[in-house]
């Protein structure tokens, strides 16, 4: 129980998988996190000093949380015990407590407590914690792939520090698989093997940000391929996908493939055919693409070619991105499904981005054009003196809270940027605009 004493003294056996056999035994080697590790950061000054508070690592899995705390343990002067959430519960804490007061008395040395899987551990679990970090008996490193503010206790939140881990990107993951294939200690560097940087990326996409992914992936693919003539291992696309259960496909998120796929996503929901629009989203999720990303394009998309037609558009876009990020793959995917289908089948107008084009231009043209001065507010008298407020009509004292009066500026009168369609709720935005307009040239002719 007493900290990866194992780890620090040998080296890993062979007969341990290539994930674990990898992981990083120094800052220097760790991958990724740079917004919480990189130099002169907060978490990396704190573990170079062995000045380690409570802290909550939150992120997906494969993205180093417990390779952080294998790296803690190795570099810090207190006595590092870990176990996981799933294999124990409180009858254990109460163990590691009751040993960590008898070495606070005895040696005045600290105990750092690393929980894998915290947000296993119920409330109550968790309650058991609480006055042992408080009172500063152990200091608590929990690991969880959920969020905190619902899985963890507040009182215990509160007393801690969260750091959220990343997905890796594509170019850490080609780097973590490049450093096992050339490591002859630790990787595959004796195995002779033969793989073109094309299948690293694809393995590196295929795993979408998971570091354990990908190694487990390689090291099944490096073992399933048989040595040729020369005892070199020449792994194949194919030997890969079927490694990994899936198949490769073809999508670059920096390349030509991204912006075609994208672009043919959004062609589809303008031209109303869900189907598509259907087909061009699962490409790119399957593949691998940041599901965010394609939420905010749906968010854009229903701003830009619907508008007004159907208002209700921006609150599905929205609440998609809003439902992914909370239930996060697979399940969010569906959410962001069912917006796709909904914007392709709503009535359409870009009404809305024509007149936001025109109003730009308009104010990259013209000069600063001045507020009228009865649009300004006079919360003073000199300002009511200047004639600021003046004349100004309060639309909800009038006849259904319409009252004719300008708005824009002198230079700007009678210029027209919205122009709504006759497509959905926009006919009856353009039937109150066009009542409006008799009014005004009414109060006009008398």
């Not at 990724?32 to 002169?40: E, T, V």
Request: aromatic share 8%.
């Amino acid at each position: 129980m007493d900290l990866f004493e194992t780890q620090r003294q040998q080296a890993p056996e062979m007969r341990a998988p290539l994930a674990d056999r990898m992981r990083p035994r120094t800052l220097e080697e760790f991958v990724g996190q740079d917004h919480i590790l990189g130099q002169g950061k907060v978490l990396r000054r704190a573990i170079e000093a062995d000045q380690i508070s409570s802290i909550i690592f939150w992120g997906p899995p494969g993205t180093g949380k417990t390779s952080l705390a294998h790296i803690i343990a190795n570099r810090t002067g207190a006595r590092f015990v870990c176990f996981s959430a799933v294999t124990s519960g409180v009858k254990e804490i109460r163990e590691i407590i009751a040993k960590a007061k008898e070495q606070q008395r005895y040696s005045g040395k600290r105990t750092i407590l690393f929980v894998d899987e915290f947000h296993r551990f119920n409330k109550a679990q968790q309650d058991a914690f609480l006055p042992h970090v408080e009172d500063g008996t152990i200091i608590l490193i929990g690991a969880t792939t959920e969020n905190p503010s619902f899985q963890i206790n507040s009182p215990l939140l509160s007393r801690s520090r969260v750091f959220l881990f990343k997905p890796l990107v594509q170019e850490d993951i080609e780097l973590v698989l490049r450093r096992a294939l050339s490591d002859s200690e630790k990787g595959l560097g004796d195995l002779k093997v033969k793989i073109d940087s094309e299948i690293i990326g694809q393995i590196a996409q295929m795993a979408d940000g998971d570091a354990r992914v990908a190694l487990n992936t390689l090291e099944m693919a490096v073992l399933m391929t048989s040595p040729d003539k020369d005892n070199i291992r020449r792994v194949q696309l194919q030997t890969v996908e079927e490694a990994m259960q899936r198949k490769a496909l073809l999508y670059d998120r920096q390349g030509e493939e991204h912006y075609n796929i994208i672009s043919a996503f959004h062609k589809s929901m303008r031209g109303s055919d869900p189907d598509a629009a259907l087909y061009w989203l699962a490409r790119m999720l399957e593949a691998g693409e940041d599901p965010l990303y394609v939420a905010r394009r749906m968010v854009r998309f229903a701003s830009e070619d619907i508008g007004n037609a159907d208002p209700q558009a921006l609150c599905i876009a929205v609440a998609a991105k809003e439902a992914f990020h909370f239930l996060g793959s697979p399940e969010g995917e569906l959410a962001l499904a069912q917006a796709a289908v909904y914007l392709a089948t709503a009535p359409k107008s870009n009404a809305m981005e024509v007149a936001y084009d025109e109003v730009r231009k308009d104010i990259q043209k013209l000069e600063n054009l001045p507020v009228p001065l009865h649009l300004r507010n006079a919360p003073t008298k000199l300002m009511k003196q200047l004639g600021y407020s003046k004349g100004y009509k309060y639309a909800h004292n009038f006849k259904d809270h319409y009252v004719v009066q300008e708005y824009l500026p002198e230079n700007l009168r009678g210029r027209r940027y919205y122009r709504p369609s006759n497509q959905g709720y926009e006919r009856k935005i353009r039937e109150r605009i066009e009542r409006w307009e008799r009014l005004k040239k009414q109060a006009g002719a008398e």
